[in-house]
């Protein structure tokens, strides 16, 4: 899949971090980006992508619907179980992000990060989808 062709859904609460991500993401080539402002706004874009998104980028605390619960939400459903989920988050317990492993995030990344790092697992995480 080339960079140009991925659609990617931005999930988070604050609007200066999913403007950063996305200005980020399109420095790397990527185009075809959506922002969702929590979980319940993602899901519903998620059910509704045509074509269906190929990646979620979510914060993992946000109000109505955490990036946790997102995440249970997709590998719950037969449709939307393979989707890339990288999980982005300032939560450093491990006990936490051993949570969101065993439910089967594809990558997460420790806020706060720069570029080449999202990018990077953005890539990786591309490659296995």
């Not at 949570?99 to 697992?121: F, H, I, N, Q, W």
Request: net charge negative; glycine share 4%.
């Amino acid at each position: 899949m080339s960079q140009t062709s991925a659609k990617i859904l931005i999930v988070d609460d604050s609007l200066t971090t999913r403007k950063i991500i996305s200005h980020y993401l399109a420095d790397g080539g990527y185009t075809l980006i959506d922002e969702a402002c929590d979980g319940e706004q993602a899901w519903m874009r998620i059910q509704e992508a045509t074509p269906p998104y190929d990646m979620i980028i979510a914060d993992w605390h946000m109000p109505v619907l955490s990036g946790f619960e997102l995440l249970h939400k997709i590998r719950a459903s037969s449709k939307f179980k393979s989707l890339a989920v990288i999980m982005a988050t300032a939560e450093k317990n491990k006990e936490e992000i051993d949570k969101v492993l065993r439910l089967g995030v594809t990558d997460y990344l420790v806020k706060p990060y720069e570029a080449p790092a999202l990018l990077s697992a953005v890539q990786k995480a591309l490659g296995k989808s």
